[in-house]
């Protein structure tokens, strides 16, 4: 009997990867208005510069183990408690300019004045991107009546709960919100999904778990030996994660939860 449903929330409940789009398209505008270059070939250059850049800081492991990623990184402050996350503060106002400076440099624009000032731009157009997939708020609406809810999402504190800030409607759907950064380590180590079990109280096997990402979400289910549920709206195809159930669209949940505790 399924009581308790663990839900991801970037990218399946928050569509932060169109957000992050949106940022760059409206950043990289600034760009090409200026100097007349092609916003998509910045907005590529920069997303590449910042991946090899994030990589390089020796905090790059302890982002891989919380669940951080690069876009993150571009407009994240990390005013949260760890000594990693000050190490975090410490180098991203320099790995922003130079993101957005190299950037620049790779579509033929020497400015580091111009890349400081995008680097600013790209946060504050985050910021102001907010998006939730039509369907989130409607779907946790029903489940709520049957079900409890916990949000179990990797990253910062200060960063995830800015998103919930920036989307206030999303948070008193949960019970419980956990928040790898805060915890100590991220999805799909095991013991965050233990973590998150405690707080329910509940067994693995009263709880789900739903999420758009396999190496995290389901994997880190899977290994508890927990049921899952694979938000696969893009078609990405499959890796040897298997998850106990692939949706394409979060309103199969309800069909899906009715024939698991038939
Ligand atoms: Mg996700």
Redesign the pocket.
């Known amino acids: 009997m399924i009581k308790a449903i663990f839900f ?5 409940l928050l569509w932060d990867q169109k957000s992050v789009k949106e940022a760059f398209v409206a950043t990289c505008q600034l760009a090409e208005q200026k100097y007349q270059i092609d916003a998509s070939k910045l907005e590529e250059a920069v997303r590449q510069e910042a991946r090899e850049l994030y990589s390089s800081y020796d905090t790059y492991e302890f982002t891989q183990m919380i669940g951080i990623n690069p876009f993150e990184g571009l407009w994240g402050n990390f005013n949260d408690e760890h000594e990693n996350f000050q190490k975090m503060k410490d180098i991203v106002p320099t790995y922003r300019k130079e993101a957005w400076t190299r950037g620049l440099k790779a579509c033929g624009v020497d400015d580091q004045e111009f890349g400081a000032l995008l680097a600013e731009e790209f946060p504050a157009q985050r910021r102001k991107s907010p998006f939730v997939y039509e369907e989130s708020f409607r779907v946790l609406d029903r489940l709520k009546e049957s079900y409890r809810l916990l949000l179990l999402t990797n990253g910062s504190p200060e960063l995830q709960n800015t998103k919930l800030e920036i989307t206030p409607e999303l948070v008193p759907y949960f019970e419980q919100i956990i928040i790898s950064g805060a915890f100590g380590r991220g999805k799909p180590d095991v013991t965050i999904f233990e973590h998150a079990l405690e707080k329910m109280n509940v067994t693995k096997d009263e709880a789900i778990m739903v ?3 396999l190496m995290t ?1 389901i994997l880190g289910a899977s290994r508890l030996g927990m049921k899952s549920v694979w938000i696969n709206r893009h078609n990405k195809e499959r890796n040897e994660v298997q998850p106990d159930f692939e949706i394409t669209h979060l309103e199969e949940l309800f069909s899906l939860l009715d024939k698991l505790n038939k």
């Open positions: 991801d929330l970037d990218d399946t999420g758009d990402n979400d």
